[in-house]
């Protein structure tokens, strides 16, 4: 075997070596941190996730563009956690029907495994293909409401007055639901408004997807950005930061503890696993 072809076999091998690996390189750089945390079970509460309903990375007003949607690990991370915790859970999006899951985030370098059981369980499928429209929505019914993000998200969350409402409306409930988001889900938060008319996140420690991130990934053509618009309507911002904030993760709690919301698409498994643990001590 001559020289040139060994060393060529050796660079192809290394090569695949390296693509098999590279899930587990960017799951141990930080992406999709393993949670580690203590669980808790809600048996017979009831759980609502929210979605985006935008399908397209454009411009405000274009139609042409990159596929995009919900990020996946920010929808399934939160309802298997709410699932396997005993809870009745539910899928909702702006408008309803079939909720659009951006591919970037399901390719095989950063799909997780509860993604995989996502699109392997015809239930879950289907709850994602008939999702209830917002507007349809008894959103007092809940005890847990979740706003998932991905870059959808932030062309129609923060749009819509019907969502702001909605916020509004769990907030003041009987049931007195734990609130939350991830990521650019948190922009569904920002028009909710208190009875005398303020902002209802004003005050309050929040996190969501940084500046920093949306300007390392180098796509802004997005209409709202997170850190911005939370700051922008009051909320007391914190965040945490790496080499790149892709690896990064942060939950914030407000004071209240009403209010639980994660950074970034590695943050979702953690704040939903807080917010069932934030009802729990609630209710001794």
Request: with cysteine; charged share 20%.
């Amino acid at each position: 075997m001559g020289k040139t072809l060994k060393i060529g076999l050796a660079v192809v091998f290394f090569i695949g070596v390296f693509v098999i690996s590279l899930p587990s390189l960017v799951h141990k750089a930080g992406l999709h941190p393993d949670y580690v945390g203590p669980t808790v079970n809600l048996p017979g509460k009831r759980a609502l996730i929210i979605t985006t309903s935008h399908r397209v990375l454009a411009p405000v007003g274009e139609t042409e563009g990159d596929p995009t949607g919900v990020a996946a690990s920010e929808m399934t991370h939160p309802y298997y956690t709410f699932l396997d915790g005993g809870m009745d859970v539910d899928l909702a999006s702006i408008n309803g029907g079939e909720i659009p899951i951006d591919p970037e985030t399901i390719n095989r370098v950063v799909r997780t495994a509860e993604d995989e059981r996502f699109l392997n369980d015809s239930i879950a499928m289907s709850k994602a293909k008939y999702s209830i429209p917002i507007a349809d929505v008894d959103i007092t019914a809940y005890d847990i409401v979740f706003i998932s993000g991905g870059w959808g998200a932030s062309y129609d969350l923060a749009q819509s007055p019907v969502l702001g409402e909605m916020v509004s409306d769990a907030y003041y409930g009987a049931k007195d639901a734990i609130i939350g988001g991830v990521c650019h889900g948190v922009l569904g938060l920002v028009n909710a408004r208190t009875t005398d008319g303020s902002l209802l996140v004003a005050g309050r420690r929040m996190t969501g997807v940084t500046d920093k991130q949306i300007k390392e990934l180098g796509i802004e053509v997005t209409p709202k950005h997170p850190e911005t618009e939370l700051r922008k309507a009051g909320a007391l911002f914190e965040s945490q930061s790496a080499f790149r904030d892709v690896f990064a993760t942060h939950v914030a709690v407000d004071d209240e503890r009403r209010f639980v919301t994660g950074q970034n698409q590695n943050s979702g498994l953690e704040a939903a696993h807080v917010m069932m643990q934030v009802y729990a001590d609630r209710e001794g």
